[in-house]
């Protein structure tokens, strides 16, 4: 079974902290991705990686960074969180290779509360 | 422009009751998949279907069904004889051959079973 970890369930950070969420996939996948979701707003992807060290600002990158540095490991970074950041952040994975065939597989989700 | 649409926000039906979860997409690619994905009160997506655009047969899987008509660009979700069990939000989602590996969401229905 696919399997795509977070770092955290439920997170609780003050303002203007720096926040990092992980995510960790065992399935030897080359996409990582990056979703905020928001009621009434669904799933917004905030940035998605294809390989090592790549990355790409998806719909809504502002006030976020991400880093990776192995293909397993996709971190998203909240440089200083603000209240307006929190949402349940979710990560996701897919194959490369039978490219926009292939569906993401999902983590649980981390809920983030900035206070 | 948003790429599916979900016009149902929230739809609550008792228990044995039939439900459709409408989804429209809009796509210029000839090349393109449909997704359905549920996400049940814990939080984590799970993949239910995935159609191309060159299938338009319809698909049934136990109590669930799909039907992608090409004519209306709608790829709707039907669930027979509910069970408390299928409450959740439902998310129907896009990705396109020229765009890879990214997905476009709708913004999600909440389905409710009253027992």
């Known amino acids: 079974d696919v399997k795509v970890t977070q770092s955290s369930r439920y997170l609780v950070k003050r303002t203007g902290e720096k926040v990092f969420l992980e995510c960790v996939q065992d399935m030897d996948h080359e996409n990582m991705f990056w979703y905020r979701q928001d009621p009434g707003l669904g799933l917004r992807l905030i940035y998605f990686s294809y390989d090592v060290k790549m990355k790409e600002k998806g719909d809504i990158p502002e006030g976020y960074s991400v880093s990776r540095e192995k293909k397993e490991r996709f971190s998203l970074i909240l440089e200083s969180a603000s209240t307006n950041q929190t949402s349940m952040y979710l990560c996701?994975?897919?194959?490369?290779?039978?490219?926009?065939?292939?569906?993401?597989?999902f983590g649980p989700g981390t809920r983030l509360t900035v206070l | 422009a948003q790429k599916v649409t979900q016009a149902q926000t929230e739809i609550s039906v008792v228990e044995k009751e039939d439900v459709t979860l409408d989804c429209v997409y809009e796509?210029?690619?000839?090349?393109?998949?449909l997704f359905w994905y549920k996400q049940p009160p814990s939080g984590e997506l799970v993949f239910l279907i995935r159609r191309n655009s060159f299938d338009e047969q319809n698909e049934i899987s136990g109590r669930y069904s799909w039907n992608f008509q090409k004519s209306t660009s709608s790829f709707n979700f039907t669930i027979t004889a509910s069970q408390v069990v299928d409450s959740a939000v439902y998310f129907c989602a896009l990705s396109e051959a020229n765009t890879g590996n990214q997905f476009y969401f709708g913004t999600g229905t909440s389905l409710t079973v009253i027992p």
């Open positions: 996701a994975s897919s194959g490369n290779f039978r490219g926009a065939y292939n569906e993401q597989f």
């Open positions: 796509t210029r690619d000839t090349t393109y998949y």
